[in-house]
């Protein structure tokens, strides 16, 4: 585990020659092994056809899978190999996710499904309503705190799932196709809110093939067949990412 | 909008978890999530716990029933009718005038006595001689009845030996019987008049007789009753009252109508205690188990149920199993919440089950006017009961669900 000085802070994301195979036969290379690094406030793009191996990549950005090879690190930390009980303190703690299909619980209000992410990341209970209450505010919602997701539109489940990933503080917030179920209108709005959010500090990856989506990124990594085919910096500010095929 | 500084980089990652009220909390959410689906779950084990409840409460209340009427008391008293002189054509009274005697050499009698009630055509019984008569039962008895009877004297003396020898005319008033009579104490030696004979009276009883005709009634000596009105009518003949100690009564009850009457034992019929109270209980004992076993399919059936509808809801809650990993679950955090959840069906469906338990018991205690039984032990382990089958239900659905990898399980 890598303990970097207080000036020379860690990138929030390293991949070092992180790849993943699906054993049993024949073996499926689904990611080629990669390095990369992700510095505190980028906000990335990973764009590629389906299939390409992009999913896999942010499974094992967001610890939700184990590399077959290769070593990952959040924040510092080296996670690729820790235990499970680490593995999920810092997906409490470091990662926020923002996911397609929203997964938001039916029978629960915006609040409530906002403040289960508070529950595993052991808030305070007393605490836990006012700081939903105030990530909801933040993306815009706070008026339909006690509404199901059922009463709410598409756009507004999916700025109720990004304020439940802001809700802990996290590091990094991974967006897995956050508009792929939404239109071209709540798509803009909910590019708006992410690009509000990189603006104030937050680094974001978020796979997307929408290109609407991805020319907001400072960085757009390409990834086709398991590998990275181009990784470029585009818009104000610039990549500042190394990328190393290996 | 400033971009709060972004916690513990560097460090080490502390523990994610899962707090006992918010597992409470979550537990609770999802089994209101679909609360016709956990009502229709928990019925099996509602079914189950209940008649487990019911058949205890109802086999330790008709215990209790039988308890009652199977008094030490019963068990230990032996009656001699006299056969011959129910069929005989002229009143008769085939019991020699030692008969006490005979029957208290049986090994295993406390004490004997012959009695019968005196027949009178019309109400002879006055305080004076002739005053207006009531009719009091006169039960003409010697020593040994008062004592196998266990009568208790509220004041005065019993009928002794030696009264019952010289066939005295002496009486011992019931309680009843001496308010009737108007006779309050024995002071004043007071007497009445029985057929125009003057009795005085020794004693008074308690009102607390088990032969009922002592209470209402008036007690002479068996000597003085066949000296001055003969034997027995035929309508009434005489018996025999033995007393015998726990146990003696079936052997004693073969011996006494020899003993008693050696030259023809035949006349005599002697009845022990018959023990009904076992043979009921040996029917309720083998039903209670018929329907112990019934109860027990019922459970295992509503804990197959629980195990079902918890492993239907570990796959269609996948998702949300998935998300609840991402934010930071650990795999004992879902596994343990899906046993709270079973845990609780079991638990709710158990406290149910004892509910309806007590209610069948007292349905059917009311319904026989019986003193309801049942012990509250049973009562309080019944949800407990239900909540280990619960919790036994849910382990195979929890383990299923603690073993999703996260990543699969989003995308279900």
């Given at each position: 585990?890598?303990?970097?000085?207080?000036?020379?802070?860690?990138?929030?994301?390293?991949?070092?020659?992180?790849?993943?195979?699906?054993?049993?036969?024949?073996?499926?290379?689904?990611?080629?092994?990669?390095?990369?690094?992700?510095?505190?406030?980028?906000?990335?793009?990973?764009?590629?056809?389906?299939?390409?191996?992009?999913?896999?990549?942010?499974?094992?950005?967001?610890?939700?899978?184990?590399?077959?090879?290769?070593?990952?690190?959040?924040?510092?930390?080296?996670?690729?190999?820790?235990?499970?009980r680490e593995r999920a303190a810092v997906r409490a703690g470091h990662i926020g996710f923002v996911f397609q299909a929203f997964h938001l619980l039916p029978h629960r209000t915006a609040i409530e499904n906002v403040m289960l992410a508070q529950v595993y990341a052991d808030q305070p209970r007393r605490q836990r309503y006012s700081a939903a209450m105030t990530v909801l505010a933040q993306v815009g919602l706070d008026h339909r705190a006690g509404a199901?997701?059922?009463?709410?539109?598409?756009?507004?489940?999916?700025?109720?799932?990004?304020?439940?990933?802001?809700?802990?503080?996290?590091?990094?917030?991974?967006?897995?196709?956050?508009?792929?179920?939404?239109?071209?209108?709540?798509?803009?709005?909910?590019?708006?809110?992410?690009?509000?959010?990189?603006?104030?500090?937050?680094?974001?990856?978020v796979i997307t093939h929408n290109p609407a989506v991805a020319v907001h990124a400072q960085r757009t990594i390409e990834?086709?067949?398991?590998?990275?085919?181009?990784?470029?910096?585009?818009?104000p500010g610039g990549g500042?990412?190394?990328?190393?095929?290996v | 909008?400033?971009?709060?500084?972004?916690?513990?980089?560097?460090?080490?990652?502390?523990?994610?978890?899962?707090?006992?009220?918010?597992?409470?909390?979550?537990?609770?959410?999802?089994?209101?999530?679909?609360?016709?689906?956990?009502?229709?779950?928990?019925?099996?084990?509602?079914?189950?716990?209940?008649?487990?409840?019911?058949?205890?409460?109802?086999?330790?209340?008709?215990?209790?029933?039988?308890?009652?009427?199977?008094?030490?008391?019963?068990?230990?008293?032996?009656?001699?009718?006299?056969?011959?002189?129910?069929?005989?054509?002229?009143?008769?009274?085939?019991?020699?005038?030692?008969?006490?005697?005979l029957a208290d050499r049986i090994h295993g009698v406390v004490a004997a006595g012959v009695w019968w009630l005196v027949q009178f055509s019309r109400p002879g019984t006055s305080?004076?001689?002739?005053?207006?008569?009531?009719?009091?039962?006169?039960?003409?008895?010697?020593?040994?009845?008062?004592?196998?009877?266990?009568a208790r004297l509220q004041s005065g003396v019993l009928v002794n030996q030696f009264q019952q020898r010289s066939r005295q005319q002496v009486a011992v008033l019931g309680s009843l019987a001496a308010r009737e009579l108007g006779i309050t104490g024995l002071q004043n030696q007071p007497a009445i008049f029985i057929g125009g004979q003057p009795f005085t009276v020794i004693g008074i009883l308690h009102s607390d007789q088990r032969l009922q005709q002592l209470n209402f009634g008036v007690t002479v000596p068996a000597s003085t009753a066949l000296r001055l009105w003969g034997p027995p009518a035929t309508d009434s003949p005489a018996q025999m009252l033995v007393h015998t100690r726990l146990g003696a009564a079936k052997v004693v009850a073969r011996?006494?109508?020899?003993?008693?009457?050696?030259?023809?034992?035949?006349?005599?019929?002697?009845?022990?205690?018959?023990?009904?109270?076992?043979?009921?209980?040996?029917?309720?004992?083998?039903?209670?188990?018929?329907?112990?076993?019934?109860?027990?399919?019922?459970?295992?059936?509503?804990a197959i149920g629980i195990a079902n509808t918890t492993l239907v809801a570990v796959l269609e809650r996948a998702p949300e199993i998935g998300l609840r990993r991402a934010l930071g679950a650990r795999p004992?955090?879902?596994?343990?919440?899906?046993?709270?959840?079973?845990?609780?069906?079991?638990?709710?469906?158990?406290?149910?089950?004892?509910?309806l338990g007590v209610a069948t018991t007292l349905a059917v205690t009311i319904y026989h006017q019986w003193t309801a039984l049942l012990d509250p032990r049973v009562v309080l382990a019944a949800p407990l009961a239900g909540g280990l089958i619960g919790l036994l239900a849910g382990l195979y659905p929890a383990l299923r669900a603690s073993a999703l990898e996260p990543a699969d399980a989003l995308r279900r």
């Amino acid at each position: 585990m890598s303990t970097a000085p207080l000036s020379m802070a860690p990138p929030v994301v390293r991949l070092s020659s992180v790849g993943y195979t699906y054993h049993g036969p024949p073996p499926v290379v689904a990611l080629q092994p990669l390095s990369l690094e992700i510095s505190r406030g980028e906000h990335v793009a990973i764009v590629g056809p389906s299939g390409s191996g992009k999913s896999t990549l942010l499974n094992l950005i967001g610890l939700l899978d184990r590399p077959t090879e290769g070593q990952v690190e959040i924040d510092g930390l080296d996670v690729g190999a820790a235990s499970e009980r680490e593995r999920a303190a810092v997906r409490a703690g470091h990662i926020g996710f923002v996911f397609q299909a929203f997964h938001l619980l039916p029978h629960r209000t915006a609040i409530e499904n906002v403040m289960l992410a508070q529950v595993y990341a052991d808030q305070p209970r007393r605490q836990r309503y006012s700081a939903a209450m105030t990530v909801l505010a933040q993306v815009g919602l706070d008026h339909r705190a006690g509404a199901l997701p059922s009463a709410l539109s598409g756009g507004e489940r999916q700025r109720v799932a990004v304020a439940r990933a802001l809700v802990n503080r996290p590091s990094l917030l991974l967006c897995d196709e956050p508009t792929g179920n939404l239109d071209t209108t709540t798509t803009a709005e909910l590019t708006g809110l992410l690009a509000g959010l990189h603006q104030a500090g937050a680094t974001l990856v978020v796979i997307t093939h929408n290109p609407a989506v991805a020319v907001h990124a400072q960085r757009t990594i390409e990834i086709r067949d398991g590998q990275v085919q181009a990784d470029t910096a585009a818009g104000p500010g610039g990549g500042s990412g190394a990328l190393a095929p290996v | 909008m400033r971009w709060p500084r972004s916690r513990r980089a560097g460090q080490a990652a502390a523990t994610s978890r899962f707090r006992l009220r918010d597992l409470a909390g979550e537990s609770l959410a999802g089994l209101l999530q679909r609360p016709g689906r956990s009502a229709l779950t928990v019925v099996g084990t509602v079914l189950g716990i209940g008649s487990f409840v019911a058949i205890v409460g109802l086999s330790q209340t008709t215990s209790g029933q039988i308890g009652r009427q199977f008094s030490a008391l019963d068990a230990t008293q032996v009656t001699v009718a006299d056969t011959a002189a129910s069929h005989a054509s002229v009143p008769t009274l085939d019991f020699p005038a030692s008969a006490d005697q005979l029957a208290d050499r049986i090994h295993g009698v406390v004490a004997a006595g012959v009695w019968w009630l005196v027949q009178f055509s019309r109400p002879g019984t006055s305080a004076l001689p002739g005053g207006s008569k009531i009719g009091l039962p006169v039960t003409a008895a010697t020593p040994g009845v008062l004592t196998a009877s266990g009568a208790r004297l509220q004041s005065g003396v019993l009928v002794n030996q030696f009264q019952q020898r010289s066939r005295q005319q002496v009486a011992v008033l019931g309680s009843l019987a001496a308010r009737e009579l108007g006779i309050t104490g024995l002071q004043n030696q007071p007497a009445i008049f029985i057929g125009g004979q003057p009795f005085t009276v020794i004693g008074i009883l308690h009102s607390d007789q088990r032969l009922q005709q002592l209470n209402f009634g008036v007690t002479v000596p068996a000597s003085t009753a066949l000296r001055l009105w003969g034997p027995p009518a035929t309508d009434s003949p005489a018996q025999m009252l033995v007393h015998t100690r726990l146990g003696a009564a079936k052997v004693v009850a073969r011996q006494l109508p020899v003993a008693v009457l050696p030259t023809n034992p035949a006349a005599l019929t002697a009845t022990a205690p018959s023990s009904p109270a076992q043979f009921q209980h040996s029917v309720t004992k083998s039903l209670n188990t018929l329907f112990l076993a019934l109860a027990g399919v019922a459970l295992v059936v509503g804990a197959i149920g629980i195990a079902n509808t918890t492993l239907v809801a570990v796959l269609e809650r996948a998702p949300e199993i998935g998300l609840r990993r991402a934010l930071g679950a650990r795999p004992r955090h879902i596994g343990v919440q899906f046993l709270a959840e079973s845990t609780a069906l079991g638990l709710f469906g158990g406290l149910l089950g004892a509910c309806l338990g007590v209610a069948t018991t007292l349905a059917v205690t009311i319904y026989h006017q019986w003193t309801a039984l049942l012990d509250p032990r049973v009562v309080l382990a019944a949800p407990l009961a239900g909540g280990l089958i619960g919790l036994l239900a849910g382990l195979y659905p929890a383990l299923r669900a603690s073993a999703l990898e996260p990543a699969d399980a989003l995308r279900r």
